[in-house]
């Protein structure tokens, strides 16, 4: 099929229109897009190393508040989850939520993990939505262990509601528990100490 010189002129004058609209949807936003996530990243790096060199600056004129440090981190690392990526660090989490159910009569149905999020600083949140049944004195027990555990954990929602009690057991009221809960683990570059890896002060 032969083009006539009318439609050659017609098609040049669309591809005049719509090759600057191409070029900027397909390079110039996506390059805009990167451009300004990395100046994020890099705002927020900034931000950390500004930080971290306060702390340097104050530790060397004041030993002692560079003892008192450490002090505190010798503390509180061991209360802390150590594993090396958001998906150990969170299998972590909620293995121990299980391990602190069991103890105190909870029925720990379901346990899921959810994305991490991490500070600038490096320092990552993990988070576990579970589902659980228990009676009143259970659910007391295990939020108690929960507040005073070995481990740092914070119990951002907490759902409670009379659920059916078993066959053989009608007198005995069980709660359906939905809990969403946090807990915090190191970044993914800071080594881990001995009170850490042997389980520190209890």
């Known amino acids: 099929m032969k083009i006539s010189d009318a439609e050659r002129r017609t098609i040049r004058r669309a591809a005049l229109v719509l090759l600057p609209v191409a ?113 009143f004195q259970g659910l007391l027990e295990f939020l108690r262990a929960l507040e005073q555990g070995e481990k740092l954990v914070k119990i951002e929602r907490l759902d409670v509601s009379v659920g059916l009690s078993g066959p053989g057991n009608e007198n005995a009221e069980t709660l359906s528990i939905v809990a969403t809960i946090a807990g915090i683990a190191l970044p993914n570059n800071m080594a881990l100490g001995p009170l850490a890896t042997t389980g520190g002060p209890r």
């Open 23 to 135: 070029f900027f949807y397909l390079v110039v936003r996506p390059y805009m897009g990167a451009l300004s996530t990395a100046q994020d990243r890099l705002a927020a790096e900034r931000d950390a190393l500004s930080r971290e060199r306060g702390a340097v600056a104050m530790a060397e004129k004041n030993p002692a508040i560079q003892e008192l440090t450490d002090s505190v981190l010798q503390v509180t690392l061991p209360r802390l989850f150590a594993g090396r990526d958001d998906v150990m660090a969170s299998s972590e989490l909620g293995a121990y939520l299980g391990d602190v159910a069991e103890a105190h009569r909870v029925y720990l149905q379901d346990a899921t993990t959810r994305p991490a999020t991490t500070s600038p600083a490096g320092v990552r949140t993990l988070r576990v939505d579970i589902r659980a049944e228990s009676d």
